[in-house]
Every structure is written in structure tokens, then in C-alpha cells.
């Protein structure tokens, strides 16, 4: 692998941001870590061959990974402004692609609409889109303090699957989270529960990508009445970047390549309706049903 895929840790706006990839890459890919999550995720993003067909951005959100919190908290529309802004600063006019895992999705979604240039893509993971999708931040009130809610989180993750890789990630990276950011942010999301109608209107394409194994009962019934372009990806758990990063990356660098990457392995196979992929029917106007997904 060529240095050029190796990341450089920045400081940007307060925020940290992990660069790295090829330089003469087509492309900027923001990679937005999940609920309490951090960069950890996505490490292994730059030790896969998408790595020397593009720039690759990682951020921890303020509060979270690297990033020292804000004394006001956090919201999603103060997130989606920053990313915004993000955006602009280090990816200029290049195209962009967002691929927002679980909450962060909501983010990206909401900053898709602020941005000047829209992004060429959004890859959504597992990201929230009904109502059941928001079941952890809805507990975020059954607790005393913001200290008491987050150790709760680890104890619970520690606790599900001990051993387990994705868990362990997820676990190391909720140690690095500042309690009264998580706290502000859950409550913020609260507010955007039903947040697939805006997914529905993105003014760019976007693909979502989930498995039935971890996916709410809701946002299956949602995907499965509206048909937004969408990938299963079964027996990948949680964190499938984690979990099996060379497929995850690679079903990423074919998503890319159908809209702007220069021809990519397997493209032609997708142009066709290849495997894993499901293309867009219309859309409609959507009523959500109430949900209890975690995130």
C-alpha cells in the first residue's frame, strides 16, 4: 500500500479529522463515525484498495474520539453546520461522498441540505430512519446525570458480547465520549425521529444499507414500502466496517463508482441489477409508524 492511503491526524475548526488516501483521488469520502462512536470505526478504511482511488475524511464529533466537546453541547443542526462547513473548507469544490453510520446519519442527512454543491452520494448505515431507530437516545431521561446514562452504555456494550471485535471498538470509543455532549446530542435526535421523510427528499442520491438481523422492524417495513436504493448486508452485525472491512469497503467503492468514480470493479455487474443492490421505485410521501431501534 502506497504512503499516500496512510492518515494525518488535524485539527480543524476544534475538530479532529483523520486525512488520508490518494491525494490525486477523484473524490472526497467523509466517513461519519455513529452513536458515541468515534474515527476507531472506520480505521480500517485506509488499508483497503478504496483507499488509493480517493481523499478520505474521518471526524470525531465535537465531545467525541479526539475532538475536545463544546461548552454548549451538541445538536444536530449545530453538528450538520459544522460538517457543513467541514465540507467546504477541505473539499472545496471536489465531489463528495457522505457515508454516515447509525445516528450520524441524521447529520448528514440534515447537512446534505446546507451544502452549497450537494454531496454526489450518501451512503447510509444502518442509519436512523423511523422512529424505533432512536430507542437508546429515548433513554437517555430514565437517568440521573449525563455520567450515569453513558456508563449505563458501556456497561450494556461490555456486557452483550464480550470479545467480540465490533462490540470491543464500540466500547473503546464510548470511553472517549464526553457524557453532557452525548446526552445534549440524544436529545437533539429526539427531534428528528421521524427523520425518512427527509431522507426521502435528499437533493442527492443515496443508498442504505442495512441487514435483517439488526435492522428495526419499522425501518424494514419503511425500506420495504418505499424501495429507496438499498443493500443487505446479511450476518455483518452492527458495525460491518468493523466486522468485515474488505467486503464492507468494497460494496463502498462499487456504490462510489456508479455515480462518479472512474470504472470500478464489479460496476458493470451493478449496472445490470447486479447482486445486493436494489434501484429506486418512485417515491411518496411517507407516514411513519412508532419504533424502539437502538441508536
Known amino acids: 500500500m502506497s504512503d499516500t492511503s496512510l492518515p494525518r491526524l488535524r485539527l480543524h475548526a476544534g475538530t479532529a479529522i483523520w486525512s488520508g488516501g490518494s491525494p490525486q483521488g477523484p473524490l472526497d469520502l467523509w466517513l461519519l463515525p455513529g452513536f458515541g462512536d468515534s474515527h476507531l470505526c472506520f480505521s480500517e478504511a485506509f488499508n483497503q484498495p478504496l483507499a488509493a482511488r480517493a481523499r478520505i475524511h474521518i471526524w470525531d464529533l465535537p465531545g467525541h474520539g479526539a475532538s475536545p466537546p463544546q461548552s454548549a453541547g451538541l445538536t444536530v443542526a449545530r453538528a450538520a453546520r459544522l460538517l457543513r462547513d467541514l465540507v467546504a473548507d477541505i473539499s472545496g469544490d471536489r465531489p463528495v461522498v457522505l457515508l454516515a453510520h447509525s445516528t450520524a446519519a441524521v447529520v448528514a442527512i440534515v447537512a446534505a441540505q446546507l451544502l452549497e454543491i450537494p454531496p454526489r452520494l450518501l451512503i447510509n448505515v444502518e442509519g436512523n430512519l423511523t422512529p424505533e431507530d432512536s430507542a437508546w437516545c429515548s433513554r437517555a431521561d430514565d437517568f440521573d446525570s449525563p455520567s450515569s446514562f453513558v456508563q449505563n452504555l458501556h456497561d450494556e456494550i461490555l456486557a452483550a458480547a464480550p470479545g467480540q471485535p465490533a462490540q470491543s471498538c464500540y466500547w473503546r470509543s464510548l470511553r472517549?465520549?464526553?457524557?453532557?455532549?452525548?446526552?445534549?446530542?440524544?436529545?437533539?435526535?429526539?427531534?428528528?425521529?421521524?427523520?425518512?421523510a427527509a431522507y426521502l427528499r435528499l437533493p442527492c442520491p443515496a443508498i442504505y444499507y442495512w441487514g435483517a438481523e439488526v435492522t428495526s422492524p419499522g425501518t424494514r417495513r419503511f425500506l420495504a414500502?418505499?424501495?429507496p436504493a438499498q443493500r443487505r448486508l446479511e450476518g455483518l452485525g452492527s458495525w460491518p466496517m468493523v466486522q468485515a472491512p474488505t467486503d464492507f469497503y468494497r460494496l463502498v467503492e462499487e456504490d462510489m463508482g456508479r455515480h462518479l468514480l472512474p470504472e470500478a470493479p464489479a460496476i458493470a455487474a451493478l449496472r445490470s441489477g447486479g447482486p445486493g443492490l436494489r434501484r429506486s421505485r418512485p417515491r411518496h410521501a411517507w407516514r411513519p409508524a412508532p419504533s424502539n431501534r437502538p441508536g
Open 225 to 227: 414500502q418505499y424501495q
Open 176 to 196: 472517549l465520549v464526553d457524557p453532557r455532549t452525548l446526552w445534549s446530542l440524544c436529545r437533539s435526535l429526539l427531534g428528528y425521529r421521524n427523520i425518512g
